[in-house]
Structure formats: C-alpha cells, structure tokens
C-alpha cells in the first residue's frame, strides 16, 4: 500500500515537472494520468498539437489504483479556462441563445420522445410512388393515421400527461382528471391516453364536431360535453369549468408538452428519411408544425418547413401578417380539425422561428387531395389531416417544393372522418378531377327529344348520374325544356369531347362549374 502511494506522488511529481517543460497545465496533465503509460500518451498527444480539455476523457490504462484520486484543476487554471475557452467550447450565437429561450426547445421533443416510445405507435414513412411521379420528386407520407386513435394527436397527449402526473402528483390528477376543447382528434387521444394511465378525463367539444368521433370518445370512457359553434367557444366553456372543477386543462395544440409531444414526428422523419429537403405540415393551431419544424431544423437546418392551411381558416397566416396571435374568421371547412380561430401564442413563438413559409389551399383542393389519397394510397383520412402535393396552390414555394430528385415528406395527421362527410367529400374531389360535371342544355320537349341527348351522351361513355327538367322558368319555345345533367366522365379530356359532340348536335351545353364558360 505504501509503495503504491509512493508511485503516485513519484509518477505525479514527474508529470508536474514534464507537463511544464512541454507548455501543458500541469493539473490537466495529473487528470489524465494513472500510469508511467498514460503519462507517456498525454505527452505524446500534445506535441501532435492535441489539447485536453478538463472534462475530457482520460487515456485508457491497463491498471488503475483504487486509492488514485484525481485532482480538481486549480482556481487559476479554471479563470484561464473560463478567459480562453478552447476551440470545442464555442460561444453560442444571439441565435442559438434564442432558440433555447423559445416555449419548447429541442431538449423538451427529446425528452418527450423517451417518455412516449412505450405508449404510441411509431409510424413509418412511406414512400408514395404515385405522387412521387406526379411531382417528379421523392414523396415520402407520414401515415399517423396508424395511431390506435387514428391521428398524431397521440403523441402530444400521452406527454402532457405524463408531465401533469410528474408535477401535480399522481394521487392529486387521478382523484381530479384533465379537460380539454377538442373537435375530436385530441379528445379521443386524451380519452384513450387517459384512460391507459389511469387519469379521468372531461371534453367540450363543438357542434360542428363529427359523429364518429364523438361517439369513439365516450367509448374511451370519456365524459362528453358539446357546446359552442366552433372549437374556440368550446375552449371559453371549459376554462369556465375549471374554476369550480379543479381539472387540469390540456390545450391541444398550445400546451408547451403537447407541441413537444408533436415534435417527435420530426425525430422520425430525419432518422427514417436522412436525405430529406423539404416537410410539409398541416397548420391549425401551429401545434404540430411547431413541433416538427423545430426538432427537424435543429438536426438538420438545411431542410425546407412548409405549413398548409385551409383559406377558410387561415389563423397562422393571419397571426404571421398581425405579427402575433390575432383572431382570424373562421368558416365551415373540409378540414374541420383545423378550424382554429387563432393559433396558439406558444406554438406561434416557436414556429415562426423555424417555418419557412406557410400557404393556404382551397376546399376544392382538399377534397381532391383525399380522393387522391383513398384511390392511390388506400389511405383514408379526415380533411384537416391531409395537407401536402394535392392541397398545396401552384404558387409560392410551397407550390414549387416538388423539384426533380428532391426528397419531401407530407404528414398524415389523423383518419378520423364522418362516414356521411366523407361521401359529400369524394363527390367534390370527382367534381374537382373533372370526372363529375354538370351542364343545362335546351332539348326538344316532344316525345324522344331528352332519349336523343341520352344516348348521345351514352354512346361517348358518359353515365348520366342526374337529371332534372325545368319548364317553368323557361322563356323560350314552348316546345323545348331545359336539363340539366349531371354526368359522371372520365377526366377532362373526356369532358372536353363530350362539350365537342354536344355543341356539335345544337345543343350549346352551359357548365355549372362556378365561371359558366365553355372548356373548349
């Protein structure tokens, strides 16, 4: 023992004396060495020019004392260190210093990812071969439908409450429970996360809200409260119930764990996709763009963040010209999920730090989105969930995100939709592609005058679907009668050849497509 206590001091005196000689802080050095071998490594690294940082990892040793403490560097050392900080240890820019001050930092979508990977469902990202060829790019989909409640909604969810068990106690939140306003996605996620981890939950949902997901959310055991036109009256209502409930309230797309939560769908998508260059995102309360732009810009700053909304509730974009969170008019839409009537000032802080442009699609180019979606991808999903190359305008960069040989990745948030919505839906994506038209023609009202324009129609491959006669409001020959026809067709081109034989037989077709023009 004390010849071993002797061939420290040796050892450690010899590496004062040989640390100095060679220009390296003699207490680094000591740190660093255990034997007369480490001594010799630590020396001959630094004449290759190698600098030791104090918390640096010392040189492996084949033997190491147990009685070998290892000295703490000395005041004046620390001060040197602190003055001159070596190359490794940067100063972080105004930048970087922002970014960590944000609501929700990368930090919290890491620490989010590890404490839901046992409780979600991490989905793929699919490669969508159709629209890859459509837009002559790489179209990666990030099916969260998949999700046993069918959106990403999940994610933020099981990580809010998780994070209200840690901080108000178990024993407090299951006697109480949680509450939340929610057009369907975040109440059923909560109603299931809830009921898995064994803490009560309460929703107020809008009237506007569908069915389907109503009805799963007291299977969930859920207690159901509807109030209020849209999700924003829903939220007064509950926060109204607090105060004498005592429920904690869980915002669906604002609470710092629920962007959080949403963020690590961007975790997946650079490690599923590394060579990605572009994400597209459906934007309601910018809960999950906030999310997902902030972890994918963090791991990798290069790629291109797109948000997509519907013009008929365009609150990010409102909130983006107003520079802060502004009410914004919000009417009935296909993406009824999305009908937030202003974004959330937390998810808005952290988006509009990270997303690169966000742009607004109309209600014809929603439904089409989900026909394209269901006959080419098998995929079926709710209107707010379904943002990306058949919603995205031509304009913008948005429009353009398709170049040739790019990567991009559109996120599928949620399937949940009315069977009833979803039939009215695909009857507008088949108007929208051209393969559903109606038009008003006159036709000869004696006997065989509509059996011609019939089977004029049926001998060039049109299915009549509808039709309907008008005599009444007609100020013409008393012989002739307006139809109109709703024709089921091929696409555009058919439609076009089908206007081509009937302005060729005398009938002059009208459109009712909005404009009433001609397509030829």
């Not at 001050?101 to 919290?108: C, E, G, H, R, Y």
């Not at 937390?346 to 989900?370: G, M, P, Q």
């Not at 000869?444 to 679907?465: F, Q, V």
């Amino acid at each position: 023992m004390i010849r071993s206590m002797l061939a420290s001091a040796h050892r450690r005196t010899a590496a004062s004396s040989l640390a100095s000689s060679a220009g390296i802080a003699p207490s680094i050095v000591t740190r660093q060495t255990r034997s007369y071998a480490d001594l010799a490594a630590v020396l001959a690294r630094a004449a290759a020019g190698f600098r030791y940082p104090i918390s640096a990892p010392r040189p492996f040793s084949a033997s190491v004392a147990a009685s070998d403490a290892i000295d703490e560097p000395p005041v004046e050392q620390k001060e040197e260190l602190a003055s001159n900080p070596p190359p490794w240890r940067k100063a972080k820019s105004e930048r970087e210093r922002l970014l960590e001050s944000l609501p929700v930092t990368f930090a919290d979508i890491s620490r989010a990812n590890v404490a839901i990977r046992t409780g979600i469902k991490r989905t793929p990202c699919v490669k969508s071969y159709f629209l890859s060829e459509l837009l002559g790019a790489n179209i990666f989909l990030k099916p969260e439908i998949q999700q046993f409640t069918g959106s990403f909604k999940e994610r933020g969810a099981r990580n809010a409450i998780l994070a209200l068990l840690r901080d108000t106690g178990e024993e407090k939140l299951r006697s109480t429970g949680v509450i939340a306003a929610s057009a369907g996605n975040h109440a059923l996620a909560l109603a299931y996360h809830g009921k898995d981890l064994g803490v009560p939950v309460t929703v107020v949902m809008p009237t506007v809200a569908p069915l389907a997901k109503v009805d799963k959310c007291r299977k969930f055991g859920a207690k159901i409260i509807i109030h209020g036109a849209h999700i924003g009256e829903a939220k007064e209502y509950a926060e109204k119930l607090i105060a004498s409930s005592g429920l904690e309230y869980v915002n669906g797309y604002d609470d710092p764990p629920i962007i959080a939560g949403a963020g690590t769908i961007g975790i997946e998508i650079i490690e599923d996709v590394p060579c990605v260059d572009a994400v597209v995102v459906p934007v309601g309360g910018a809960g999950l763009i906030a999310g997902v732009a902030c972890a994918v810009k963090t791991l990798k700053p290069d790629v291109k963040v797109y948000g997509v909304e519907p013009e008929f509730a365009a609150s990010y974009t409102a909130a983006l010209n107003a520079g802060e969170p502004v009410p914004a008019e919000v009417t009935p839409t296909l993406a009824d999920g999305l009908a937030v009537p202003m974004v959330g000032p937390h998810a808005f802080e952290v988006a509009r730090h990270y997303v690169d442009e966000c742009v607004t699609c109309t209600e014809k180019e929603v439904s089409l989105a989900i026909l394209r979606l269901i006959e080419n991808e098998k995929m079926v999903c709710g209107g707010g969930r379904r943002h990306g190359p058949g919603s995205t305008p031509s304009g913008g960069q948005a429009g353009q995100a398709g170049a040739e040989g790019e990567e991009h990745r559109r996120t599928i948030g949620g399937g949940n939709i009315d069977t009833t919505v979803l039939g009215r839906v695909l009857e507008r994506g088949l108007a929208a592609d051209d393969r559903m038209k109606n038009f008003v023609a006159t036709v000869s009202d004696r006997p065989g005058g509509t059996a011609r324009l019939t089977t004029l129609l049926g001998n060039h491959g049109a299915s009549i679907k509808d039709m309907y006669h008008e005599r009444a409001f007609l100020h013409s020959n008393i012989d002739h009668v307006h139809v109109k026809v709703v024709v089921e067709l091929q696409g555009k081109e058919h439609a076009q050849e089908i206007e081509r034989v009937l302005i060729e037989k005398g009938y002059d077709p009208v459109w009712d497509d909005g404009t009433h023009k001609r397509m030829i």
